[in-house]
């Protein structure tokens, strides 16, 4: 009976052991976009100026006394922004390597590194609108979340509060608004950016899957350089309305994507460097770990490098009391497409990137990073952008997936002399720009607490002892999480995967041995009855 069964249903159990392993194993993608800086100054006859004086640069533009030399590429230089041939050459780059992501994140800053005189609020307006129309060219039918930078308004990092003028929020909603971006004009999210310049939406993955709250944030608000919001509480009540949308997420057991321009903590490639003003940052960095539960992702940029921050939380066993430290939550940073070599003293440019994560319908996780970029001095010897796959974090780090406790776990490989690790990270920080000088331990020291670190205070102690970052770098979370927001590793989907299939094979053996135990059972019955008698008395 046994062999009868394994022939007639050996087909049928290899078809179900291969759909539940995809099941297990099957992601889905989706682009984070960021900084493209376009200036429509930039012109090969252009003056780059000097990198040893920065604040002097002249960006490529034409100037007076200057003779060009033909050195500048049609795609860009490293001392300048993006030329609209490099703006493009990106957002077709991401059509061709994955052309129907799930969602696209546009994290902001698409005005150039110019002075403010050189703009105005209608030439920063222009500028957007160009680079939205763009994305919808190459991506009609797909899903954007867009957020604002420090250079989405004018001037340059004024970010206002809603209350005190609204004008800007206003303008970018009416740009912002349609079925695949915020929504239509009078949807739920374009009200609500009007009125300070963020929003959320709910998010449905295909074939079902994890609910996911999209949370899109206007961190120009704590931006050191916005003197409109540094003595406020609550800029244009955006902290409140962070709470009460964790609120509702965690009621209707949601999973939260955080994402936004200026990241809160320090600059991993500059030292004592931070952008959130102190008050905010210790209520950000708060909010983000009393959330860590429900908050699956944490995507944010501004920075133009590549790297990420990992939050240690000291969690407290509700019946015990007993402590715990464990990386609760990750903050991925994405590196910028435009080259530009910042003024920042000892700060490298980078080549020109972007980035495609991968992520777990089921469960909301992300899987995996996928960071592409082209090497712009090829690109301008060739005359033809080539988008390269710089490397995927899975593989190049030898990780399961990148949540925050693979991550941290990446954070101790580079304290591991044995480990190269963080010359490989390094390497990546700033995009394998070709001119990156060597990291010293100083350098290392300030990589790995800006890291671990996104408390200031607790900075400022790691710089002086990095190798107990999981003790100093450890914040208090004011409410009890688990560990569900960094999802199941990839091998234990595909386990539990298997282990469904076996269950399913062992429930079809039994039913088709009782099947057939059943009809050898009537047969039988059927073959030992006495035939009718018949005649008379």
């Known amino acids: 009976v046994m062999t009868n069964l394994q ?9 179900i052991l ?7 194993i099957d992601t889905r993608r989706f682009w984070q976009v960021t900084d493209f800086h376009h200036d429509p100054n930039y012109t090969t006859a252009g003056d780059p100026g000097s990198p040893n004086t920065p604040h002097d640069r002249t960006m490529c533009h034409l100037t007076v006394n200057y003779t060009s030399n033909s050195s500048l ?14 703006v493009e050459a990106a957002v077709k780059g991401m059509q061709e390597i994955e052309g129907h992501p799930d969602f696209i994140l546009w994290t902001g800053d698409d ?18 609108r160009n680079v939205t129309n763009l994305i919808r060219h190459y991506f009609p039918d797909t899903l954007i979340f867009p957020v604002l930078g420090n250079h989405d308004c004018y001037p340059k990092g004024h970010m206002p509060p809603a209350d005190k003028d609204d004008e800007l929020y206003r303008t970018i909603a009416e740009i912002w608004s349609g079925d695949q971006w915020l929504g239509l004009e009078e949807s739920d999210q374009v009200k609500q950016f009007r009125q300070g310049g963020f929003f959320d939406a709910v998010y449905q993955p295909p074939n079902g899957g994890q609910t996911l709250r999209m949370v899109g944030l206007n961190t120009v608000y704590y931006y050191r350089q916005d003197t409109l919001t540094g003595d406020l509480e609550d800029p244009s009540g955006q902290f409140e309305w962070m709470t009460s949308v964790m609120k509702d997420a965690r009621e209707k057991r949601q999973k939260v994507y955080l994402f936004g321009h200026v990241p809160p903590g320090m600059f991993e490639r500059s030292v004592n460097t931070s952008w959130f003003y102190p008050h905010f940052n210790t209520r950000f960095v708060q909010f983000i770990v009393d959330n860590s539960d429900i908050i699956s992702g944490q995507f944010f940029a501004h920075q133009h490098s590549d790297s990420f921050k990992v939050f240690y939380v000291k969690q407290r066993d509700m019946v015990s009391g007993k402590a715990t430290v464990t990386p609760s939550a990750v903050m991925y940073l994405a590196p910028s497409v435009t080259p530009w070599k910042t003024t920042l003293t000892g700060v490298s440019a980078n080549n020109p990137s972007i980035r495609l994560y991968e992520y777990d319908p089921k469960t909301g996780a992300i899987v995996n990073i996928r960071q592409y970029y082209t090497n712009l001095t090829e690109a301008n010897l060739n005359g033809k952008v080539t988008w390269k796959l710089e490397y995927s974090a899975t593989a190049v780090y030898n990780l399961q997936n990148v949540n925050s406790s693979s991550m941290a776990h990446l954070v101790d490989s580079f304290l591991n002399s044995n480990e190269d690790n963080f010359e ?35 900075y400022q102690e790691c710089l002086g002892n990095p190798r107990a970052v999981r003790q100093l770098c450890t914040l208090e979370s004011s409410s009890p999480s688990d560990s569900s927001s960094s999802g199941l590793p990839v091998y234990a989907s595909v386990l539990i995967g298997i282990g469904a299939a076996f269950a399913l094979f062992l429930g079809l053996v039994l039913l088709m041995w009782y099947t057939g135990r059943r009809k050898r059972s009537m047969g039988s019955m059927v073959g030992s009855k006495e035939p009718l008698l018949s005649g008379s008395d």
């Open 424 to 458: 490989k990270y390094y390497e990546y920080n700033a995009v394998s720009y070709p001119g990156e000088a060597p990291c010293d331990p100083e350098c290392k020291t300030t990589q790995i607490c800006s890291i671990a670190c996104p408390s200031y205070d607790q």
């Open 18 to 24: 291969l759909f539940l392993y995809v099941i297990a």
């Open 7 to 15: 022939s007639r249903f050996l087909p049928f159990l290899c078809f």
């Open 73 to 86: 590429g049609v795609f860009g230089n490293y001392l300048c922004d993006a030329p609209w041939t490099l």
């Open 111 to 128: 005005a150039p590194h110019v002075p403010t005189s050189s703009l105005d609020n209608e030439k920063v307006i222009g500028i957007v």
